[in-house]
């Protein structure tokens, strides 16, 4: 019970630095795109406090956010996410 607690708490702290380097990496892309974030939330019909909670790093991006956020920027879906988290 204890390996599992303690496995479980190692996932926990990778999908944080997980999204916060998501983020980090879609505030990149939405200030070297001259978009604001108004335009950004118009682009991608994600709610101001939610996309405010993903810029933050506070909860998480889904996969279909993403999509959107990059075609908005336009950028490939994969640009977003850092070459540091990326499987190959």
């Known amino acids: 019970m204890r390996l599992q607690l303690v496995q479980t708490d190692l ?11 998501i983020a980090e990496s879609v505030r ?5 795109s001259g ?9 991608t019909s994600i ?14 991006f889904t996969l279909s956010e ?3 956020v990059a075609a908005a920027l336009g950028r490939r879906t994969v640009d977003l996410i850092p070459d ?3 499987v190959p």
């Open 11 to 21: 996932i926990l702290v990778c999908m944080d630095h997980l999204d916060a380097k």
């Open 47 to 60: 709610p101001p406090s939610v996309l405010r909670h993903r810029l933050t790093a506070e909860t998480s």
């Open 66 to 68: 993403l999509v959107r």
């Open 28 to 32: 990149v892309a939405l200030v070297e």
């Open 35 to 43: 978009m604001g974030a108004n335009e950004l939330i118009k682009g």
């Open 84 to 86: 540091a988290v990326r």
